[in-house]
């Protein structure tokens, strides 16, 4: 039998077929090709990357571990593993390293869904929850948000004798809303053993102090929850892909069962231990991301527009013709992020970036608006 290369897609299970794909920020360089500019001229606050870049400490770690490139990396992660549990103070057999905490979530997904299970996750939420949930094949249940934020009492009541996972995002992503903690709390206590929850707190480093999540001291209290952060946000690592889980042991077992022997690379497990060392560097990050909330958020209300209070290091808002209007920002090199696919599409999300950058994308902005008027 000979298949013509149309058909070929239907080799892969329906469930596969179904997936929509990703669609991330643009990058600099595509953007700069499409519309003839200049890479210097493009403001890219579209991918919620930190602004200030890495840390010195990470950049001297970086070159380093530059030298010893052709040897594999250590496949366990040792002296990173170190450096987090001592950090978060949790036990070394509790964390999972990734390939970025996209990975985590992957990990948790296939190490625990099979096709007759059910996932939960929350309508307007990360888009790889359904992406990590389609590809072992399990149900995607998306449940209504409320105000544009997870509805839990909803989430708990669309639990089943299928559901096998939870996944939770907060803050959320690309809504920036946040949970309370006696929420979370409350509805941890309210979700049977059985279901794990995938609590992602990618911007946590982005909270203030009063906000801060605690939920690694509940490990002890609630064995069915894994914890994942990032270094790609508030650490700047995003282009090194690394993050991490943390979990009960038996459930770190799991995972790292259907982990990929070698999916952190040297210089990213470096990277991240400096980064851990440098409480300064993440200081700096979340005081210019107030500050930049503070220009973005007095600039919409300045012009008029409407945005969903955010805890993390993004905010979207809505205009009119937003997908007209993103056009528009790309045609003069300013670089959001449409949420379309999120179903806002009323809605355009943009990153806190320098006082420049945030000045530059609202003067557009506020042209744009003008003009179309
Ligand atoms: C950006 C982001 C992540 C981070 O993904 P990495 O794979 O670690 O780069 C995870 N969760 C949410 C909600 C995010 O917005």
New binding site residues.
């Given amino acids: 039998m000979s298949l013509s290369s149309c058909d070929l897609s239907s080799l892969a299970p329906d469930y596969i077929r179904a997936i929509a794909p990703y669609q991330g920020g643009k990058p600099i360089a595509e953007l700069a090709r499409e519309m003839g500019l200049q890479v210097e001229q493009i403001v890219k606050l579209a991918s ?1 990357e930190n602004p200030l870049g890495i840390s010195p400490k990470a950049d001297f770690a970086i070159q380093e571990a530059l030298l010893d490139i052709a040897r594999y990396p250590d496949g366990n992660s040792y002296l990173l593993r170190e450096a987090v549990s001592q950090k978060f103070n949790v036990a070394s057999n509790q964390i999972v390293f990734g390939n ?4 985590i979530l992957e990990l948790a997904a296939r190490a625990f869904l099979s096709p007759d299970c059910e996932a939960i996750y929350s309508q307007h939420a ?1 888009a ?1 929850y359904p992406l990590v949930t389609q590809a072992t094949g399990a149900r995607g249940v998306v449940v209504p948000a409320k105000n544009f934020a997870h509805d839990l009492p909803a989430m708990l009541a669309a639990i089943t004798s299928k559901t096998r996972m939870i996944f939770v ?1 907060n803050p ?2 690309p809504t920036g809303t946040l949970l309370g903690k006696d929420e979370l709390f409350t509805f941890l206590q309210q979700v049977p053993k059985q279901v794990l929850v995938v609590l ?1 707190e ?2 946590d480093e982005y909270l203030s102090l009063a906000n801060k999540s605690q939920a690694i001291h509940w490990l002890d209290q609630f064995d069915n929850l894994i914890i ?1 952060r ?1 270094f ?2 508030a650490y700047g690592l ?1 282009g090194l ?1 690394i ?1 991490f889980g943390l979990c009960h042991a038996s459930i770190a077992d799991m995972m790292n069962r259907v982990r990929q022997p070698f999916n952190v690379n040297s210089i990213a497990q470096a990277a991240a231990v400096a980064s851990l060392s440098d409480d300064d560097f993440v200081e700096r990050s979340y005081a210019l991301n107030q500050a930049g909330m503070l220009q973005l958020t007095q600039g919409f209300n300045k012009l008029g527009i409407e945005y969903i209070p955010s805890f993390a290091n993004f905010i979207s808002f809505t205009v009119k013709n937003a997908s007209a209007v993103n056009q528009q920002l790309l045609q003069n090199g300013v670089i959001v992020r449409p949420i379309a696919n999120y179903e806002m599409p009323d809605y355009l999300r943009v990153s806190i970036g320098l006082f420049t950058e945030n000045a530059r994308f609202l003067e557009v902005l506020e042209h744009i608006l003008k003009s179309n008027g």
């Fill in positions: 919620n970025g905490s996209n990975d990360f790889v995002a959320n992503n992602d990618a911007y994942s990032t790609s946000k995003a892909r993050g």
